[in-house]
């Protein structure tokens, strides 16, 4: 069976073009998934309507993804070929629920001859609270093993876009240096985890808002808009959406085991 | 019929397209073996972590090599156990998101079956029905295979499977992980009969296997034969030689209590340690004696590889079977739960 015109192929040396960025993102059929963590986050903006699927369901993501997916398209009633962008959680988060997001995002985008977005989880996060007037945002996602995915972002003149200020990380909450402003907000779900505190974030009430814990596909999908129309970032060819993990210790299990 | 197929139940990544009518058409492989060598076996996080930077550039190199236009086939089969659940989780989410944006049907398939079918990619494949012997990285077991698909478990390893065997033995003797076919061309230098190792369970009736006594056995050997830590390489050799004469026989005798007890005419051997040349050539001379006749891959289709769950897939999509949208995968799943394949 042939398929419709897929023109976005690497050339020969393997290189792959820059994807054309349309400027009419308002009218764009994009679908952002984000499975990084229990939730089970979908979202399909099509003709100028959004559709969602918004849930918790731990470890179930593989099973129920793409029959939601099939389900918002159906009401959307648009099919896979019409998709002008595939938007996903790239993490940081859960190892194989970020890679579920990228295979099914590679997957649908290579099918669909569209680019992919890989967003930050804790950016998305970020957004949300942006979105309810938060100005100066630290995201706290929990990593397990007593550690966070911890970023800190700055809102700026009349953008809603959360901009990073250092770098993404991983590490145990008690070696975060930064004192927060009076005004931070804070989000994540990495607030509502017991582990040690440094003293001037102990000494603080924090109240985290439960609603803004994890990535909403919804709003990545926003984000992704606005990074693209304001900030002119670009969308990858979906061989490129790759997960991005931050903890890279992986092999404390597997050492090899001398004399054995 | 036209069927994409991907593997990556383990430590490679695995892309082909097989055509009912013009055969295999193109086959892609990237081993991470090197990877994991410095780990001395497979991290299954890491293994993950490659499995999903290159599936899709080999998809797409696939239709390239075939001189196909991109998307054009009528199923996509994935490996969906058994294996290391993260990375069968790549190829599974990839292989069904793909084929539900191309609009074909897709097909879990069995790691195993994939394994075992291998041989029909020949150009002369054993017809049914046949005994299979299955000695691969983690699977040992004798297979009666009736019809495509009805499979029923002679026997089963009752600890290290075959292929595990090789490796570890292997790595006792200094090889570099996967050490199986270092370890064989080590014994093709040894003499034979200078060690004889124990040969596991063939006094006892049924078909099962056990490896674990043999390697105790290659331990306590290198430990007498080391002088300060270093077994002379030739004494190495005639060791390895022991183990893998062992290790032979061992299967060899199984297999024709196998043929005999189903009297099929016809053995398939499938799995990593199918490559091994000494194996081949045991079982050549068994079933000369037996009057049936022994079938295997070329020696890439041994190990892992895209082509056999294509293969595998396409008999299963032929028939009709296909997989719903719910992507699920296993560590483990026995052989012979699988549905028959009506051909
Ligand atoms: N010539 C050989 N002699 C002995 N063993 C070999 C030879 N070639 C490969 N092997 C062994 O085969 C095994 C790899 O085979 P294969 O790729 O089929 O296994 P796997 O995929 O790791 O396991 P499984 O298929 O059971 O999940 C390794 O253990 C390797 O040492
Ligand atoms: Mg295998």
């Given at each position: 069976?042939?398929?419709?015109?897929?023109?976005?192929?690497?050339?020969?040396?393997?290189?792959?073009?820059?994807?054309?960025?349309?400027?009419?993102?308002?009218?764009?059929?994009?679908?952002?998934?984000?499975?990084?963590?229990?939730?089970?986050?979908?979202?399909?903006?099509?003709?100028?309507?959004?559709?969602?699927?918004?849930?918790?369901?731990?470890?179930?993501?593989?099973?129920?993804?793409?029959?939601?997916?099939?389900?918002?398209?159906?009401?959307?009633?648009?099919?896979?070929?019409?998709?002008?962008?595939?938007?996903?959680?790239?993490?940081?988060?859960?190892?194989?629920?970020?890679?579920?997001?990228?295979?099914?995002?590679?997957?649908?985008?290579?099918?669909?001859?569209?680019?992919?977005?890989?967003?930050?989880?804790?950016?998305?996060?970020?957004?949300?609270?942006?979105?309810?007037?938060?100005?100066?945002?630290?995201?706290?996602?929990?990593?397990?093993?007593?550690?966070?995915?911890?970023?800190?972002?700055?809102?700026?003149?009349?953008?809603?876009?959360?901009?990073?200020?250092?770098?993404?990380?991983?590490?145990?909450?008690?070696?975060?240096?930064?004192?927060?402003?009076?005004?931070?907000?804070?989000?994540?779900?990495?607030?509502?985890?017991?582990?040690?505190?440094?003293?001037?974030?102990?000494?603080?009430?924090?109240?985290?808002?439960?609603?803004?814990?994890?990535?909403?596909?919804?709003?990545?999908?926003?984000?992704?808009?606005?990074?693209?129309?304001?900030?002119g970032e670009q969308a990858v060819a979906p061989e490129q959406a790759i997960p991005v993990y931050l903890r890279d210790k992986v092999t404390w299990d597997n050492k090899p085991k001398v004399g054995s | 019929m036209r069927v994409l197929g991907i593997e990556s139940s383990c430590d490679e990544t695995g892309v082909a397209i097989y055509d009912s009518e013009q055969g295999l058409m193109a086959h892609q492989l990237y081993s991470q073996v090197k990877m994991h060598a410095e780990f001395g076996g497979v991290v299954p996080e890491l293994a993950s972590r490659d499995h999903i930077r290159k599936l899709a550039p080999m998809i797409r190199g696939v239709f390239t090599d075939a001189g196909l236009e991109f998307g054009d086939v009528d199923g996509i089969a994935y490996t969906a156990g058994p294996g290391l659940v993260g990375a069968l989780m790549v190829g599974a989410s990839m292989g069904r998101s793909l084929a539900m944006g191309w609009g074909v049907p897709a097909i879990a398939v069995h790691h195993m079956e994939g394994h075992l079918l291998a041989p029909m990619l020949e150009e002369q494949p054993p017809e049914y029905p046949f005994v299979a012997l299955l000695v691969s990285g983690g699977h040992t077991m004798l297979v009666d295979v009736s019809a495509p698909g009805c499979y029923r478990i002679l026997g089963e390893t009752l600890d290290d499977a075959a292929g595990e065997a090789f490796d570890k033995t292997a790595k006792m003797m200094g090889l570099p992980y996967p050490g199986g076919p270092l370890l064989s061309q080590k014994a093709d230098q040894g003499v034979k009969g200078v060690f004889e190792f124990p040969r596991p369970m063939i006094d006892r009736p049924g078909m099962d296997f056990s490896f674990s006594g043999l390697k105790t056995a290659v331990r306590l050997a290198i430990a007498r034969h080391a002088v300060d830590e270093v077994v002379e390489e030739q004494i190495q050799a005639d060791i390895a030689c022991g183990f893998q004469q062992a290790v032979i026989e061992t299967l060899a005798i199984k297999c024709r209590r196998a043929l005999r007890e189903t009297g099929h005419k016809t053995l398939v051997i499938a799995g990593g340690v199918s490559a091994n040349k000494s194996l081949r050539t045991a079982l050549h001379a068994m079933c000369k004696k037996e009057r049936a006749r022994v079938f295997y891959a070329r020696p890439e289709f041994c190990t892992d590889n895209g082509a056999m769950i294509a293969y595998a897939g396409w008999l299963r999509l032929k028939a009709g079977q296909q997989s719903s949208l719910k992507v699920e995968v296993k560590a483990r799943w026995p052989l012979d739960e699988l549905e028959p394949i009506n051909v």
């Open positions: 069976m042939a398929h419709t015109g897929l023109s976005y192929e690497p050339d020969l040396c393997g290189r792959l073009p820059a994807f054309p960025t349309p400027a009419r993102y308002l009218v764009m059929n994009i679908l952002s998934i984000d499975t990084t963590a229990d939730l089970c986050s979908i979202a399909l903006d099509a003709g100028g309507n959004s559709f969602v699927f918004h849930e918790s369901r731990p470890r179930e993501h593989a099973k129920i993804l793409l029959p939601e997916i099939t389900r918002l398209f159906h009401e959307a009633g648009i099919k896979i070929q019409d998709l002008d962008l595939v938007v996903f959680g790239r993490g940081p988060g859960s190892f194989t629920g970020v890679r579920i997001a990228a295979s099914v995002a590679q997957g649908i985008a290579l099918a669909a001859g569209c680019p992919v977005f890989p967003v930050s989880t804790l950016q998305s996060v970020a957004f949300s609270a942006a979105k309810n007037g938060a100005r100066s945002i630290w995201v706290a996602l929990d990593a397990r093993m007593s550690e966070w995915y911890f970023a800190r972002y700055n809102i700026s003149g009349s953008s809603l876009v959360p901009e990073l200020i250092d770098q993404e990380q991983v590490l145990p909450p008690a070696q975060i240096s930064q004192t927060p402003e009076s005004e931070t907000t804070f989000c994540g779900n990495g607030w509502a985890t017991d582990y040690p505190l440094p003293e001037q974030l102990a000494e603080r009430t924090i109240s985290a808002d439960p609603l803004l814990g994890l990535p909403h596909a919804l709003h990545s999908l926003e984000l992704v808009k606005i990074l693209m129309s304001e900030k | -």
